[in-house]
């Protein structure tokens, strides 16, 4: 394994908050979210007890794909503000004990971005991969003087940026190696796009797509190669900074030079299997290719932690101390929490798992209430992938105060999502602050236990003691979990040598031998030393 200097000491104690800026709070109500917004709303953060938030790409973009189609690194896109204005809310996040990140797309442009302009009307320009005759499967007729085709990443306006082929194809003979002229430019825009924002304060970035750079890359080892130098080339520039990264294999990324991976609904040899198996009801944003499964988090009881349980032993093996696994609640291109079947009561126990785990939390914006996805929205900037997969719907307004709309204006043409007026199944956060007993309290309850208990941790050891229903595990050889999401109540033997002491619990009894757990319960326990 390389050797790598080691993450920041920051980073193990972390609880992230993914930010969608466009949906996140408007402060001057044109119906988008912006700098100022999130700035007015940091103090919901640290009452939260959030370390570290990442913003959704906030790039100068024509915003085909919600701003993962990048026309200019280094300036913020208009509608979010100005360059002061992300100043000022690195400045005030970072007084209130938070961390910022943004978003970085590695492995393609816009086809509005100059780089790719420029190389569509010159032959000898290779920052982008041509075909230079014909249109081979799966690239776009080039839209300048060039001859020939160019290959995308994702969307047709998302021209891939070249960093080689893993290896040579006498059919494709423009095939370049890594380390021809075109990769390695490349690579150094990498590092001077990531040293200008680190440079401004920024505490490192969430790598879009990290696994996409060199194309036919058998094991991805070259693209591993690539983030590796770029590792090496972060600890001695900026060694505070981290990378998180859109892979989806942490035992992969996380030994090739990131700091932390997340498991997600696609990637890695499983496909996305492990995060799945536990939220994925078959509602919301699903993938026709995927197989049918029953997730764990579900009042059908049909499930099993033990894809998950088996895929993080797995990554955690292979990434040993050299870094960390992420689970999140959810994200932009995945189903919230709330979603299809699964309903607010089911929140609790998802949450006391996600928190308790050995994992490092990633919250997405909103789940903390319990917003709920919202099926059947019109395509916003590339949202809608599929029949079944609309990212739109985990994309709404954050649902702030109570009153139709509030923090988001309804009136202009241009506003992406239309606010939601709040009900049962749309709660606000002024709603739940003011609820001693609501999801948003008990979250920050958790939370905060996560944080004065460093074996709830993300370092401390896990024994998992029953993987079904109840799940049930101990936290450095102290702290019992016993979580049941499904609707009946179930038990399992518990040989109790020591007295289990409520930390934080629903509807879960300990003793007598004996572990029993109603519906929808969870417990975190202390059982003394």
Same mark, same amino acid.
């Given at each position: 394994?390389?050797?790598?200097? #080691? ?12 930010? @969608? ?40 973009? #024509? ?8 026309? !200019? ?48 009307? !010159?032959?000898?320009?290779?920052? @982008? ?29 998302? #021209? ?156 955690? !093996? ?39 785990? #050995?994992?490092?939390? &990633? ?72 609820? !001693? ?56 033997? @518990?040989?109790?040598?020591?007295? &289990? ?20 319960? @969870? ?7």
């Amino acid at each position: 394994m390389t050797s790598f200097r #080691p993450a920041p000491a920051w980073l193990a104690d972390a609880v992230f908050y993914q930010i @969608y800026p466009q949906s996140f709070a408007d402060s001057d109500g044109d119906g988008i979210g912006d700098f100022n917004g999130i700035v007015q709303r940091l103090d919901h953060l640290v009452w939260l007890g959030v370390t570290a938030v990442w913003l959704n790409p906030c790039f100068v973009s #024509p915003f085909r794909d919600a701003g993962y189609d990048v026309s !200019d690194y280094l300036n913020v896109a208009p509608r979010y503000g100005s360059a002061d204005d992300l100043a000022e809310l690195v400045d005030e996040a970072g007084r209130r004990g938070i961390r910022v990140l943004l978003d970085l797309v590695a492995g393609h442009t816009s086809d509005e971005h100059p780089w790719f302009t420029a190389s569509a009307n !010159d032959p000898d320009d290779h920052r @982008y991969i041509w075909a230079p005759e014909g249109r081979p499967d799966g690239f776009v007729t080039s839209p300048g003087t060039r001859p020939g085709a160019y290959l995308p990443n994702f969307f047709d306006t998302q #021209p891939a940026l070249n960093f080689g082929y893993g290896r040579k194809n006498p059919a494709e003979p423009w095939r370049q190696p890594v380390d021809a002229a075109g990769p390695r430019a490349n690579r150094e825009a990498l590092r001077t796009i990531m040293d200008h924002w680190l440079g401004l304060g920024l505490a490192g970035f969430r790598v879009d797509m990290a696994a996409s750079l060199v194309k036919d890359d058998p094991g991805r080892t070259e693209t591993a190669r690539i983030w590796t130098e770029l590792r090496h080339w972060l600890d001695t520039a900026h060694p505070d900074a981290v990378l998180l990264s859109e892979w989806g294999e942490p035992e992969v990324s996380v030994p090739a030079g990131f700091h932390t991976d997340f498991f997600l609904q696609f990637g890695g040899a499983t496909d996305g299997l492990p995060l799945r198996s536990l939220w994925s009801n078959g509602d919301g944003t699903v993938n026709e290719a995927w197989d049918p499964l029953d997730c764990f988090f579900d009042a059908s009881g049909k499930g099993s932690p033990r894809p998950f349980v088996e895929a993080w032993r797995k990554a955690s !093996d292979a990434v040993g101390a050299t870094g960390f696994v992420s689970l999140p609640t959810a994200n932009h291109d995945f189903s919230r929490l709330n979603c299809g079947p699964r309903t607010a009561e089911q929140l609790p126990a998802a949450f006391a798992f996600q928190l308790t785990w #050995p994992t490092l939390p &990633a919250i997405y914006y909103g789940d903390e209430i319990g917003m709920r996805y919202v099926g059947g929205l019109p395509d916003k900037e590339g949202s809608v992938l599929g029949p079944r997969y609309n990212r739109a719907g985990s994309r709404t307004p954050m649902q702030w105060d109570d009153g139709p709309g509030a923090g988001f204006s309804t009136a202009p043409a241009d506003r992406l999502y239309l606010p939601l007026d709040p009900s049962p199944d749309r709660p606000t956060v002024a709603a739940q602050r003011a609820d !001693d007993g609501s999801l948003l309290h008990l979250v920050r309850r958790l939370v905060a236990l996560r944080a004065s208990t460093p074996a709830l941790g993300s370092g401390g050891s896990v024994e998992v003691l029953h993987t079904g229903y109840p799940f049930v595990y101990v936290r450095g050889g102290r702290y019992l979990v016993v979580v049941n999401p499904q609707r009946n109540e179930v038990r399992c033997p @518990y040989d109790a040598t020591r007295e &289990a002491r409520a930390l934080e619990a629903s509807g879960v009894r300990v003793g007598n031998g004996t572990i029993e757990a109603e519906g929808f319960s @969870y417990g975190v326990f202390d059982l003394g030393r």
